[in-house]
């Protein structure tokens, strides 16, 4: 079946470290998106592709970082400098002129720093 | 800018019941879509309903429908015989061009 696979399902880091996030889709989508999620803030935009080897900051993205480098991954970086990177974090993708039918999930990773 | 506003951080219904969730939006564009998103505790998120905003009907799947107001810019989801396994967070969506426009959500409980 075609979907989107996230890993791991769980990730800790410690302070200062790099962590990187792994979404991978075989829907054939053109569009992959990253997306942060805490309470009461809903879903906001960290990083956005419409085509390989090009990708677009969102409202979010410092401290973080991405490469789209096969149309099938689309993995997220949580550097450093993300100051509080504690998150439940979303990737998803789309047809890229077909939003219009909405966003495929995957199941999430949540980050702690510990 | 658009915007999407979901008033009701939380909601509780009785099992059987109906319930409705309220999302309004701003936008300056004409043709646009309409999402409501459901995440269970299991936090995948779940494709409920779509609207089309050249469409007049309200959309309607199964248990689930909308009342869809273009002019006033509201886009709410009614849920009929409210089961257990509705209990979740619900997200209105708005699409424009390429790009997803979310609300902050309502935590929906379902009491038996």
């Known amino acids: 079946d075609g979907g989107i696979t996230q890993s791991p399902k769980y990730l800790f880091r410690k302070e200062g470290q790099n962590v990187t996030l792994s979404c991978e889709q075989n829907?054939?989508?053109?569009?992959m998106y990253w997306y942060r999620q805490d309470p009461g803030q809903g879903l906001r935009l960290i990083y956005y592709?419409?085509?390989?080897?090009?990708?677009q900051k969102g409202d979010i993205a410092e401290g973080y970082s991405v490469s789209r480098e096969k149309k099938e991954s689309f993995p997220l970086t949580v550097t450093s400098a993300q100051k509080n990177p504690t998150a439940f974090y979303l990737c998803?993708?789309?047809?890229?002129?077909?939003?219009?039918?909405?966003?495929?999930f995957g199941s999430g990773t949540r980050l702690t720093v510990v | 800018a658009q915007t999407v506003t979901q008033s009701q951080p939380e909601m509780s219904v009785q099992e059987a019941e109906t319930v409705t969730l309220s999302c309004t939006y701003d936008?300056?564009?004409?043709?646009?879509?309409l999402f409501w998103y459901k995440q269970p505790p299991s936090r995948q998120m779940i494709l409920v309903i779509r609207?089309?905003?050249?469409?007049?009907q309200n959309a309607t799947e199964n248990r689930f429908s909308v009342n869809f107001q273009k002019a006033a810019k509201s886009f709410s989801l009614k849920i009929s015989d409210s089961q257990l396994g509705d209990t979740a967070m619900y997200f209105c969506?708005?699409?424009?061009?390429?790009?997803?426009?979310f609300g902050t959500g309502t935590s929906l409980t379902v009491i038996p």
């Open positions: 609207q089309e905003a050249y469409k007049q």
């Open positions: 592709s419409q085509i390989v080897n090009d990708f």
């Open positions: 998803a993708s789309s047809m890229s002129d077909r939003t219009n039918y909405g966003y495929t």
């Open positions: 936008t300056s564009e004409n043709n646009y879509y």
């Open positions: 829907l054939n989508h053109d569009a």
């Open positions: 969506a708005f699409t424009w061009g390429n790009q997803f426009y």
